[in-house]
């Protein structure tokens, strides 16, 4: 059970949704703005938000930096743009996951609990007080923070993730599977998310798949972070 918030200007989804949310018994709050959204998370707490992003006031991307600006509660997007480097962007402006509408309720009920899996573990979870270093780059997942050669990085909450787990195992090589069930605590899903979130963290570290310093990419096998040799 959890506390939703739906932002859709479209009555009928709109409807479709709460009715549907309700019937699986979480609480729901539904608005269809995006200033009405913002409104909302200053003053209720949610678990988790659901975004449409074609709302009438506010781009969705503005409107997720917005809320980005205000609260850490998980966010998914759902978009009838098939546009990968639109939910590129907003994964890496901090949304949780996305949908592509038209979607199922099943599909929305899967994102839903794995996301919710997520922040609900993160939260709870002990946080390793220990620093961790891989050459150059230092990784303090008690203040989470990284700095590459003094220099501190500026990552989203799931950069951070992903390169906190993997300077945990230098040297060593990660499978995929791992990483999703380990970073997205997800036993399911595609290997673009994996992708898009290392490209990004590729780019912030300074380097590329065809020229990799730390972050190696084995093809069908997984993911290595090591000091350059
Ligand atoms: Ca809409």
């Known amino acids: 059970m959890a506390r939703v918030l739906v932002v859709e200007d479209d009555q009928f989804v709109r409807s479709a949704l709460i009715r549907h949310l309700t019937d699986a018994s979480h609480t729901v709050r539904s ?6 959204a913002l409104r909302e998370v200053a003053q209720v707490g949610f678990d988790v938000v659901i975004l449409d992003l074609g709302l009438p006031d506010l781009d969705g991307a503005e409107a997720l930096k917005m809320l980005r600006g205000i609260t850490d509660v998980p966010v998914i997007i759902a978009t009838a743009r098939d546009d990968e480097a639109e939910i590129v962007r907003l994964l890496n402006d901090g949304a949780d996951d996305y949908l592509t509408k038209p979607f199922s309720v099943e599909h929305l009920s899967a994102r839903m609990a794995a996301v919710l899996r997520r922040s609900r573990a993160a939260g709870t979870a ?8 891989v050459g150059g780059l230092s990784v303090d997942p008690l203040r989470r923070r990284a700095e590459l050669d003094g220099v501190q990085l500026d990552l989203t909450r799931r950069e951070f993730d992903l390169l906190a787990f993997l300077a945990g195992r230098p040297g ?23 992708d898009v979130h290392l490209s990004w963290l590729r780019r912030k570290l300074g380097e590329t798949a065809a020229s ?17 040799r």
Do not use: C, F, M, N
């Not at 990660?174 to 605590?185: D, F, I, K, S």
């Open 31 to 36: 608005v269809g703005t995006a200033l009405e």
């Open 212 to 228: 990799p310093r730390y972050l190696h990419t084995l093809r069908g096998v997984g993911v290595k972070l090591e000091p350059p």
């Open 126 to 133: 002990a946080a390793p007080s220990r620093e961790l270093r």
């Open 172 to 194: 060593e090589v990660v499978a995929r599977r791992e990483l999703l069930a380990e970073v997205w605590q997800q036993s399911y899903g595609d290997d673009q998310t994996i």
